[in-house]
């Protein structure tokens, strides 16, 4: 698959089950995506990672370019 091609969710879930399911076998998989499903997440501490030293505009224009 071309990294440009956005894929649509259902596809991407299907995908990272199967890396999972190859790389780790279906016990620890499976016991991987429940310590996700059951971990609080915090996305504020998530977003202040992902978008450090970026202004709104630059997420703004990397946005724009993505959906163009």
């Given at each position: 698959m071309n990294k440009s091609?956005?894929?649509e969710?259902?596809?991407?879930?299907m995908n990272g089950i199967d890396i999972?399911?190859?790389?780790?076998g279906p016990?620890?998989?499976?016991?991987f995506l429940s310590l996700?499903?059951?971990d609080a997440t915090d996305?504020?501490?998530i977003s202040k990672r992902i978008y450090k030293d970026q202004s709104v505009d630059d997420v703004f224009d990397r946005a724009k370019k993505q959906w163009s």
């Open positions: 091609e956005i894929i969710d259902a596809e991407l879930r999972l399911n190859k790389n780790l016990s620890a998989a499976l016991r996700l499903h059951h996305y504020i501490e």
